[in-house]
């Protein structure tokens, strides 16, 4: 689905099919009405007909004879203005309706419809992010693609003279985060035999070639020169060799720090010999898209091209139960220098983030945020909207909740007090890799914390977000949008 902007008056244009919004039971805007005109006023009485409701998301399709050869009418709710919710919702479901028909090309007035505390530069990005989300498809397994591709394939936004350049920005902009989501999806979708740590090596590497990024990936000796005990530890139960892949772009001066994403980068979690339980197992080759979104944000701000300095760091390897795999119990030294107590096999995400945060340290960042799928107690906590967000910093844990609230894609601060770091003493070691059930996404993050205190650091826990269970199961490219607005608006592009 490919955006553009429009600036022809909207009655006269030619479209397969028009989206046009509903406000209060009223067709929204001068151009909604436009239409109406040179359509003999059918929009109107098709809304006096009460077909449509009031009620925000319903949708009304019809077909015209004119120019313009469909329209799918798309109620914001009843009231003055859409709130964010439903602005989301309602569009999702136009774009849906507009994808049943066999048009290729549309027209879009919906970001004609005012919503509470928002511009029209957020309107125009959601439209964009929310079409091509609706557009994806995953059919690289399947023996042949689906008959019906996505539609529309072409979507022009109405808009005055004025908003035109400024829109158009918006959608290069929007496009980039789409490709990123694109690759994160596809990478989370992969099933775990073809996704494997040398699989996200080789995605990374050819990035680099497309992107013109320096690519790095480390192989098991160098991860035992470097100490990496408790990545290492996590690889051992695994026939798949691990990796750490450092990928890195410059889009400004070699003196100006970068930002690091770290991506949690296991390919397949079995529990290890902590053996999780079998139903819905499968959807632990989901515990990649830490990585798949670190991976995506790197794309978007490469094709961007921010005038930033970001660096990517995935640390990737299976969770296998093995002859040679760690035992629960088993004390390693992490890279730091610290020893850690394995006592569940299970939290094997911590262990490998440790010593990639540990190796973190040598870009001098100016911030560093890690992304995981880390905790089922997450999931619990927060439910599918939100994403984790934990960190010490007040700044630039502010940052990231208004970049998510930007693009739709929202984290909710859980708190990270020194009253939670109790639950992680060991008898034994410096530090336990488990704190007991409650609490159990702070303590993970709690656990990440000890690693992590010379620079400004956030962890994001990502497990409720990044993937969709049951019928609808499959990755949801998330958060590739929040990471992405937040290094282009560090980079003073957003
Ligand atoms: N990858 C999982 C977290 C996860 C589980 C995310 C289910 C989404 C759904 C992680 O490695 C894990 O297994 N965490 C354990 C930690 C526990 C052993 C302290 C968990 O959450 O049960
Ligand atoms: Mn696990
Ligand atoms: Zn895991």
Known sequence: ????????????????????????????????????????????????????????????????????????????????EANEKSYIDTVRAAYKAAGSFSADDALSLLHDVPVAGRDLAWKVRVQALAGRDIAYRFEQMKSEPDPKPPRP???????????????????????????????????????????????????????????????????????????????LAVARGSAQPPKLIVLRYQGAGAKQAPIVLVGKGITFDTGGISLKPAPEMDEMKFDMCGA???????????EAKAKVNLVVVVPTT??????????????????????????????????ILCDALEYAKRFSPAAVVDVANLTGACVIALGHHHSGLFSPNDELAGELQAAGREVADTCWRMPLDDAYQEQLKSPFADVANIGGRPAGSVTAACFLSRFTKDYTWAHLDIAGTAWRSGTNKGASGRPVPLLTRFVLARSGAA
């Open 1 to 80: 689905m490919k955006f553009s902007t429009t600036t022809s008056a909207a009655a006269r244009a030619r479209a397969g099919v028009a989206l046009v919004p509903v406000l209060g039971g009223r067709l929204c805007g001068s151009a909604a009405q436009a239409i109406d005109e040179a359509n003999g006023g059918r929009l109107s009485r098709l809304l006096a007909s009460g077909d449509l409701g009031k009620k925000a998301a319903a949708t009304l399709s019809t077909h015209l004879d004119g120019s313009i050869a469909r329209v799918v009418l798309a109620s914001f709710g009843k009231d003055k």
């Open 153 to 231: 394939k072409r979507v022009a936004l109405a808009l005055e003279r004025a908003d035109a350049a400024a829109a158009g920005r918006e959608i290069d902009r929007a496009s980039a985060i789409a490709n990123g989501m694109d690759l994160a999806k596809d990478l989370g979708n992969l099933p775990a035999n073809v996704c494997t740590p040398t699989y996200l090596a080789d995605t990374a590497r050819k990035l680099a070639r497309e992107f013109g990024l320096k690519c790095e990936v480390l192989d098991e000796k160098q991860m035992q020169a470097l100490k990496m005990g408790a990545l």
């Open 292 to 302: 798949a979104s670190v991976l995506g944000t790197m794309r978007a701000v490469a």
């Open 318 to 351: 299976e969770n296998m139960p093995g002859g040679r795999a760690t035992r629960p119990g088993d004390i390693v030294t992490t890279m730091s220098g610290k020893t850690v107590e394995i006592l569940n096999t299970d939290a094997e995400g911590r262990l």
